[in-house]
């Protein structure tokens, strides 16, 4: 069992950055790849980035390449979403998840068994 808990969403204006971070408790994260998804409202949750348990792997989805950056240390069970120049577009809930299988899955929910809760971001305009 992994039990995962977001933190660090908030307010903040167009342009602005945040850094969500997901602290792991359980068994250690380096067992799993780890993945960031959204969901705004009205609408399905995406994918957002993955890395794999080394960190060697890392997927984007296209519309935060160049501007958000994933990064895990497992030494600290946790992974981190690094959010710059960010967009209205990009408010959503954020969650974090812990996966298993192949890098091939990375980008796909039903690769995931455990979430957190959610931590809202919101961009003002």
């Known amino acids: 069992q992994v039990q995962l808990v977001e933190s660090g969403g908030g307010l903040v204006q167009a342009g602005g950055s945040l850094r969500l971070s997901c602290a792991a408790s359980?068994?250690?994260?380096?067992?799993?790849?780890m993945g960031w998804f959204r969901q705004a409202p009205g609408k399905e949750r995406e994918f957002v980035a993955a890395?794999?348990?080394?960190?060697?792997?890392?997927y984007y989805t296209d519309s935060v390449k160049g501007r958000f950056a994933i990064f895990r240390d497992n030494a600290k069970n946790t992974v981190y979403l690094q959010m710059n120049s960010l967009k209205p577009e990009d408010t959503a809930v954020y969650y974090c998840?812990?996966?298993?299988?192949?890098?091939?899955?990375?980008?796909?929910?039903?690769?995931?068994?455990?979430w957190g809760q959610g931590t809202q971001v919101t961009v003002s305009s």
């Open positions: 359980g068994r250690t994260v380096s067992d799993y790849f």
């Open positions: 890395v794999s348990w080394s960190g060697s792997t890392i």
């Open positions: 998840a812990a996966g298993s299988g192949g890098i091939a899955v990375m980008r796909s929910s039903l690769a995931y068994g455990y």
